[in-house]
């Protein structure tokens, strides 16, 4: 397919005219991104401008560039080193880092090859035309998310999956948006309050962005869906360091099947491309860029959800980090953040009265039509009462008996109730806790 005809067609009624040279130019641009680390932060700083300014320029011209910034071969072998090392210090066997290596000459050919074919010629590989005329909006257009205007180095292009895909796109930009990302490997009490606040704060009307990583993005996401399940709204978009189509991890592939049917899946990586290593702080300034808000729960000192939140100060969005125990490594990276400044985030409830105050006209947390109630309780005071209660920790039946005003039987009777919903859980020597999602 001709790249000019697939951006054409990517150009759906909402989109703004802009030129369909323009815009296989930045298909173009995404492509060679999609190969390389830093191709348009490098033309940026060239220009010394914005992207704009950068398509602006005559395709040759932009060839030209990029010719000039450095050998890609030399670049993939440095890349295919980096990948190898990684691989090795995980314990992968040499098989896995020869194909390491040999995926990164493969990129540099690739590179080589877009380079010098330019954006007005047939350059259709890894996808069908019919699938990224459909589902690609480009920088310029009226599709693209306002938000992420404001990065220095934007996408060229964004490249969709989903149901309804653009209009997912566009509903963004009606809601609040907030990230919450974490541990790959977290804690039990990390994944019950990302489930929690994720929870909350979609059936607030929020749109849930993440990481489609193991861990607390996957509970945050999956949470979100649960909790606007049969709601007539988008509950999250998963951004991918990936090409959108490409299931990584792949223990997360009945989640990325629920994503694409109730949610969005975005990628600024080109259809077919691999998960490599460099990918990922990329796709970190996307999620931030779209956030209005980002929570961090649990990580190391080297977490890459640091990365994520950097990029958001950068941006000047609010940074809330959920405390953890003391001394733990999980707890490390968010009591950094909260040392630095970082809003402290107990519940959904700490987001909405920072950033519901600050957010665009017309864009309001409010009740989502349609969400699952938190607490399907009524009227019920002892059991309220004896929510609130173990709000303050683990607590015995007969603990919980005199807080609520109960008799010990009625207790028994009330905790059955709140197990069945979801709302509490039995926890070692006869206590019972608080379940937050």
């Not at 194909?99 to 090859?113: L, N």
Request: glycine residues 10%; contains cysteine; charged residues 20%.
């Amino acid at each position: 397919m001709d790249a000019e005809e697939g951006v054409e067609a990517a150009g759906a009624p909402r989109c703004s005219p802009v030129s369909p040279r323009r815009l296989a130019t930045c298909i173009w641009l995404a492509r060679l991104a999609s190969l390389r680390a830093g191709v348009v932060q490098y033309l940026v700083r060239q220009c010394d401008g914005t992207l704009g300014d950068v398509l602006d320029l005559e395709p040759g011209k932009i060839a030209a560039l990029l010719a000039r910034r450095g050998s890609a071969a030399a670049c993939a072998t440095r890349d295919g080193r980096t990948a190898a090392g990684e691989s090795s210090s995980a314990g992968s066997g040499t098989a896995e880092r020869r194909s390491e290596r040999q995926q990164a000459s493969g990129d540099a050919q690739e590179y080589v090859r877009l380079l010098r074919l330019g954006p007005l010629r047939p350059a259709s590989r890894g996808a069908t035309g019919t699938e990224a005329a459909r589902s690609a909006v480009c920088w310029g257009q009226a599709a693209y998310p306002p938000a992420l205007l404001q990065l220095h180095d934007p996408p060229p292009a964004l490249f969709l999956a989903g149901a309804a895909p653009l209009p997912a796109l566009a509903a963004v930009a009606r809601h609040p948006v907030v990230a919450i990302v974490g541990a790959r490997r977290p804690s039990p009490y990390g994944l019950e309050i990302a489930a929690g606040i994720a929870a909350d704060l979609a059936r607030l009307g929020a749109v849930i962005v993440s990481g489609m990583a193991l861990g607390i993005d996957a509970a945050a996401q999956a949470e979100a869906l649960a909790a606007t399940a049969g709601a007539d709204t988008l509950a999250t978009v998963g951004v991918l360091g990936c090409g959108v189509d490409v299931v990584y991890p792949q223990a997360n592939a009945r989640l990325f099947a629920a994503v694409r049917r109730q949610g969005l899946l975005l990628s600024e990586f080109w259809w077919g491309v691999p998960a490599r290593a460099w990918r990922f702080p990329a796709r970190n300034r996307v999620i931030a860029g779209m956030s209005d808000a980002v929570v961090i729960i649990e990580g190391s000192e080297r977490s890459g959800s640091l990365i994520t939140a950097r990029y958001s100060l950068d941006q000047g969005r609010d940074v809330f980090a959920v405390p953890g125990e003391a001394g733990r490594r999980l707890s490390a990276g968010p009591h950094r953040l909260l040392r630095e400044g970082a809003h402290l985030c107990e519940s959904a409830a700490d987001v909405v009265a920072v950033v519901g105050p600050q957010l665009r006209e017309g864009v309001a947390f409010q009740t989502a039509p349609g969400a699952r109630a938190a607490a399907p309780l009524g009227g019920a005071d002892r059991a309220l009462a004896v929510l609130a209660a173990l709000d303050d920790g683990e607590q015995t039946v007969d603990q919980l008996a005199r807080s609520s005003d109960s008799t010990v039987a009625q207790t028994l009777s009330l905790l059955s109730t709140l197990e069945l919903e979801g709302l509490v859980c039995a926890a070692a020597g006869g206590r019972f806790r608080r379940r937050r999602g």
